[in-house]
């Protein structure tokens, strides 16, 4: 499973609230993620984030996050 900080700059799906957002990851933060679109800049609250995954992986590599209101998950 590769390491969140090493997808900044590549291209991923970002599942947020059941939608997939597919872009550039340009930073990560336990408030927001910001994604550079095809035809727009996005920024998704962290704590709607469910999983990111490298585009086109064929081994689903995906990176969870934790539940950072409770501490709990990951």
């Keep these: 499973m590769p390491d969140i900080q090493s997808m900044i700059g590549k291209e991923v799906d970002v599942i947020a609230n059941g939608t997939k957002y597919t872009g550039t990851l340009i930073e990560i933060s336990d408030v927001e993620v910001h994604l550079k679109?095809?035809?727009?800049w996005i920024a998704?609250?962290?704590?709607?984030?469910?999983?990111?995954?490298?585009?086109?992986?064929k081994t689903r590599?995906?990176?969870?996050?934790?539940?950072w209101g409770t501490g709990e998950g990951g």
């Design 61 to 67: 590599e995906l990176e969870r996050f934790p539940d």
């Design 37 to 40: 679109m095809s035809m727009q």
């Design 44 to 57: 998704l609250p962290a704590s709607s984030v469910s999983e990111i995954k490298l585009k086109g992986s």
